[in-house]
């Protein structure tokens, strides 16, 4: 989902996960984006700062009508509650997920919980959905959703995609949908999802990606991160950061058509000719 960010410095010296000031101040941005979005969807409004990709929308129908160009079905938009369907995404994770019945999901970034409740139904009620959400107003929305929705086996937790609420070797199967792009240390993020996932255990993502190098103008613009636009990474280097991390079988697949879509977040600008969606996967060996 869509927003900027903001982050933390450290003095002295620093470990390998220490973040800068800039990084925190990243994250709050984001952070109050989202909110932003959140109380927005719930009274009806336009989304203010996140509009240019979140889709939000006081007609309901225009959220569907974004979620269908994203890959979901009319199925998908049927099973889930009125309001989880924001229209956050720039992809459908799920397509690629495989999930089983019996499976324990986690969603980085689950916004109103769209795609938690979307897995729930295919792992069933022996399976389990975690979703995580750094925002205290989106997650309230998520769960109340999943109170009106009756999802008993989805659990939606406050925590940062860079430090995950979650134990060691827990979960079967990560998703997410365009948040990754929003971190400001996304290696951080590929090291926390191998340590929660099984051995065997695979990332199953939707998210923006750069296909081109963004010039500074776009790089350091604040509304354009949070448009899911300036935190974008080129394709080699999110293989080197998910590879560094420890997955293999790793695989990140540009689409194209989704320019169409992404000239939307910022009209005029020519965001389009730099970034795209794209699914990315990896999996876990199975020895560790």
């Known amino acids: 989902m869509p927003e900027s960010h903001e982050l933390p410095v450290t003095l002295g010296n620093p470990g390998p996960d220490a973040v800068a000031p800039a990084d925190d101040s990243i994250r709050n941005r984001v952070r109050t984006a989202y909110a932003q979005v959140a109380q927005a969807s719930d009274a009806g409004d336009c989304c203010g700062e996140a509009s240019s990709c979140c889709g939000v929308s006081e007609d309901e129908q225009i959220n569907r009508l974004l979620s269908q160009r994203l890959g979901y079905t009319s199925a998908d938009l049927a099973a889930v509650p009125e309001g989880a369907d924001m229209g956050l995404g720039c992809g459908n994770p799920r397509a690629i997920a495989s999930l089983k019945p019996g499976e324990t999901v986690l969603d980085l970034g689950a916004g109103g919980g769209f795609d938690c409740f979307l897995a729930a139904a295919e792992v069933g009620p022996e399976g389990h959905v975690i979703g995580v959400d750094m925002t205290p107003d989106m ?150």
């Open 139 to 288: 997650l309230s929305k998520a769960r109340g959703n999943a109170a009106r929705g009756g999802f008993g086996n989805v659990e939606l937790r406050l925590g940062e995609i860079e430090h995950l609420p979650v134990a060691d070797g827990t979960v079967d199967v990560i998703i997410s949908n365009c948040v990754i792009n929003l971190s400001p240390n996304k290696p951080q993020v590929f090291r926390e999802a191998f340590r929660v996932l099984k051995p065997g255990g695979r990332l199953a993502i939707a998210d923006v990606v750069a296909s081109a190098e963004l010039p500074a103008e776009m790089r350091d613009d604040p509304y354009l991160h949070s448009a899911c636009v300036a935190g974008a990474s080129l394709i080699d280097e999110l293989d080197a950061m998910l590879t560094a991390a420890g997955f293999v079988d790793v695989v990140i697949a540009p689409k194209d058509a989704s320019k169409d879509f992404i000239r939307d977040w910022a009209p005029g600008r020519g965001v389009e000719d730099y970034v795209v969606s794209a699914t990315i996967e990896g999996r876990k060996p199975s020895g560790l």
